[in-house]
């Protein structure tokens, strides 16, 4: 089955700095890849998303994705960070292409604290 | 606008009670999802449904029930069989059941033990 990494389960940056959370998968052929950010008591909020094509794949809020097949990594960038940006951010796996079920698989999310 | 909604925001159980969430888009989506979620955990899957009077168990079914009567409704049944139902629950749907579709998040249901 599919599974998601993020390696990282706390990371602190200065506002302004730059940002990147990492996401390797797990998955035999080309995955359907997303990055979704949650609020504290929120629910999630699709970020971006990458199907195919163009592996620097661009969201909103700013934010950045790369493709990264040999490396199995769909890190998540954003040139300055700002403090809300503070929130926890989930990469997810969709399943198999050949499947009609829109399950996602969920990495364990990394939350992400903005120092003024 | 259209969205999830996703009631109440926090709801209490007893011991030995059955506590039903409720979750309505009007997304006009034809599949729906129950999540929970633990901290450090992420999202595990409860159940879903890729249509009306349809479901399947996902990878934590066990002390859960669902019914999917009508397109919009999703409502998720926290059974006494759940032991430790303490967790922040996520309802969500996408416009189909392909595995490339976006998902679509309610704002969740925090459920605690009295």
């Known amino acids: 089955a599919q599974s998601v990494t993020q390696p990282d389960i706390h990371i602190t940056v200065s506002e302004g700095a730059s940002l990147e959370l990492r996401c390797n998968y797990s998955?035999?052929?080309?995955?359907?890849l997303f990055w979704y950010v949650q609020s504290p008591g929120q629910g999630l909020q699709l970020l971006l998303k990458y199907f195919s094509g163009d592996t620097l794949v661009q969201g909103i809020k700013g934010f950045e994705a790369e493709f990264k097949r040999s490396q199995s990594s769909f890190n998540l960038r954003k040139p300055s960070v700002h403090w809300s940006d503070a929130a926890e951010y989930f990469c997810a796996v969709g399943g198999d292409r050949g499947s009609t079920l829109g399950r996602l698989y969920f990495g364990r999310g990394t939350q992400l604290t903005v120092w003024p | 606008d259209g969205g999830i909604t996703q009631s109440p925001k926090y709801l209490f159980r007893k011991e030995g009670q059955n506590v039903t969430l409720s979750c309505e888009q009007n997304l006009n989506h034809d599949a729906m999802y129950w999540y929970r979620q633990d901290p450090g955990q992420g999202l595990r899957l409860i159940y879903y449904?890729?249509?009306?009077?349809?479901?399947q168990k996902g990878d934590i079914a066990e002390g859960y029930s669902v019914s999917r009567e009508k397109k919009e409704s999703f409502p998720l049944t926290v059974t006494s069989a759940q032991k430790n139902p303490t967790a922040f629950y996520l309802c969500a749907s996408s416009i189909s059941t392909g595995n490339n579709q976006p998902q679509h998040f309610g704002d969740g249901t925090r459920l605690s033990i009295l």
């Open positions: 449904s890729q249509i009306v009077n349809d479901f």
């Open positions: 998955y035999g052929a080309t995955p359907y």
